[in-house]
């Protein structure tokens, strides 16, 4: 275990559904990072928060909207996905942003039919 | 932007080989060269690092070596089990900015 959980393991979603995707650190880490995974691509990133605080948004589309309510707690709600957004998506904190080190949790696989 | 490529995309060999990944990477700024190990059905787990300043760094059966000129790293690793089956990704980045990760090695060790 890495100390990053992430809930629900796998998720399978409508194009018209709302869900969202939830991670939890117990390392006492101040940064934390969504990413998505796609076969054959590298993961990309999404969103980094550090102190609870969005610093870095790569162009992410406004269907995908994170929530860092606290320096454990990462969500990622989702509405009005397409197919193309399935994929696996991986939560990692690191200690601080500065701090390269970064642990995964073992993802969420989404499909939206 | 960087851009990591990595080799080979699939590699298999026997139980006790030695298996070998390279990256490149096109930002000379890049200082910090993670590789991450993800077996079927988890996240990618860290499992060794070097820094610029150093040229190679090893751990029991892994091992990793920069050239800071050529701007590439690789991955060693030595005596194969079959344990060391997974998808292995190399990274690079400027510490404190975003990692931009290769597209991943598929490693098969064969017993």
């Known amino acids: 275990e890495t100390g990053v959980t992430q809930t629900p393991r796998h998720l399978v979603m409508g194009m018209t559904n709302k869900k969202s995707l939830k991670c939890e650190q117990h390392?006492?880490?101040?940064?934390m990072y969504w990413y998505k995974q796609s076969a054959k691509k590298p993961l990309e990133l999404m969103f980094v928060?550090?102190?609870?605080?969005?610093?870095e948004n790569n162009s992410v589309p406004s269907r995908f909207s994170p929530e860092c309510p606290n320096s454990s707690h990462l969500f990622l709600h989702l509405h009005t996905l397409q197919p193309e957004d399935s994929a696996l998506y991986l939560c990692?904190?690191?200690?601080?942003?500065?701090?390269?080190?970064?642990?995964f949790g073992q993802g969420t696989r989404l499909t939206v039919v | 932007g960087e851009n990591v490529e990595q080799h080979p995309s699939t590699l298999s060999v026997q139980e006790g080989d030695s298996a070998v990944i390279k990256c490149t990477y096109s930002?000379?700024?890049?200082?910090?060269f993670p590789w991450y190990k993800q077996e079927l059905g988890k996240g990618p787990q860290l499992i060794i690092d070097?820094?610029?300043?150093?040229g190679e760094k090893k751990d029991q059966r892994i091992a990793v070596t920069l050239n800071k000129t050529a701007k590439h790293f690789s991955l060693h690793i030595t005596e194969t089990q079959p344990e060391d089956s997974a998808v292995y990704f190399c990274?690079?980045?400027?510490?404190?900015?975003?990692?931009?990760f290769g597209t991943g090695t598929s490693l098969t060790v064969i017993p």
């Open positions: 990692a904190s690191s200690q601080e942003r500065e701090r390269a080190e970064a642990f």
């Open positions: 390392l006492g880490h101040n940064a």
């Open positions: 928060y550090s102190l609870e605080e969005r610093v």
């Open positions: 930002d000379s700024a890049s200082n910090y």
């Open positions: 070097i820094r610029s300043n150093v």
């Open positions: 990274a690079a980045s400027v510490t404190g900015n975003q990692f931009y």
